[in-house]
């Protein structure tokens, strides 16, 4: 099976703060470094490192010649990236010691996905094969709909969150990935809990505790723990997650094996600087030791 990633790609402009500028407050950099990123291209990345076949569905702009070609030498299928006028999706992302971040998004081409492009790509998928979405891209609702006709499984990963945004997709999903608080300001925004809302499986990622799978059939819950490290770059450690979790079971594994996967991979990404280029390999997710 393969995973459909309709995505975004972003440049990421990192730079190492001494803490994270406050309103009005001029701040100098320590460093400032570039990867490939965007919430999308990091999945998909991430999918492709858990040993996954990825197709990616996405446009960057006449300055994204470089991240199309790094995404396709980390192995992803670049067949549905196309190349617009509008500029290429930017983040300028400031990230302090202990790793907590604040993240500034310039959408450019990210938002501008054509439906053309979107029907032809997804004309390929094979009924069971996956789709996953974020909220970084225009057309998540279209597509949802259409993977749903399709008989594709698909996933909405929440971020960044907008309750609209994931209200407009949900009557299509199989699969929800969110925060603790985000499900929270979903359950207020709808008036029903995570495990109601009709959607077979959601999973509420918990910070230093872990992540939790709600089966939306049975209403039974499990959990898996985080594991012990030192962050010093939170930046893609829930898009490391996701495209884990998706990519292990995509493989055949059960949803707790995926988890616990995805939960390894997610935490070495937090000791690492960096976005999709330091994305952990399933052998070193593998042999880590916690
Ligand atoms: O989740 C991290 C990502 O958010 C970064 O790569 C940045 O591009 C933004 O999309």
Not at 85 to 103: F, K, L, M, R
Not at 224 to 245: C, I, K, S
Request: aromatic letters at 4%; hydrophobic letters at 45%; one cysteine or more.
């Amino acid at each position: 099976m393969a995973i459909w990633n309709l995505g975004s790609i972003n440049a990421d402009m990192v730079y190492a703060m001494p803490h994270l500028p406050a309103a009005g407050e001029t701040l100098a950099a320590s460093s400032l470094d570039r990867f490939l990123g965007g919430k999308g291209a990091n999945m998909s990345v991430a999918a492709v490192r858990a040993g996954s076949e990825v197709h990616h569905i996405g446009a960057v702009g006449p300055d994204g010649h470089w991240a199309v070609e790094r995404l396709q030498s980390y192995g992803v299928g670049i067949e549905h990236v196309t190349q617009i006028n509008t500029p290429t999706g930017h983040a300028i992302i400031a990230v302090e010691p202990d790793g907590e971040n604040q993240i500034i998004l310039f959408p450019g081409s990210n938002r501008a996905l054509s439906q053309e492009q979107l029907k032809q790509a997804l004309s390929k998928a094979k009924p069971d094969d996956i789709l996953v979405m974020q909220n970084e891209t225009s057309l998540q609702a279209e597509a949802a709909q259409l993977g749903r006709q399709l008989g594709l499984r698909v996933c909405y990963a929440a971020a960044p969150f907008d309750a609209d945004a994931v209200q407009a997709v949900l009557p299509f999903l199989d699969f929800l990935i969110l925060n603790e608080v985000e499900a929270a300001q979903l359950e207020q925004a709808i008036g029903k809990p995570p495990g109601a809302i009709g959607v077979r499986d959601v999973i509420i990622t918990l910070g230093a505790k872990g992540a939790r799978h709600i089966d939306g059939d049975t209403g039974t819950t499990q959990e898996v723990p985080a594991l012990p490290v030192t962050a010093v770059d939170t930046t893609g450690a829930g898009d490391t997650f996701t495209g884990y979790v998706l990519a292990s079971l995509d493989q055949g594994l059960a949803m707790e094996k995926a988890m616990a996967t995805a939960s390894r991979a997610a935490a070495l990404m937090v000791t690492r600087h960096g976005t999709a280029d330091v994305i952990p390999e399933l052998t070193e997710v593998q042999g880590a030791r916690f």
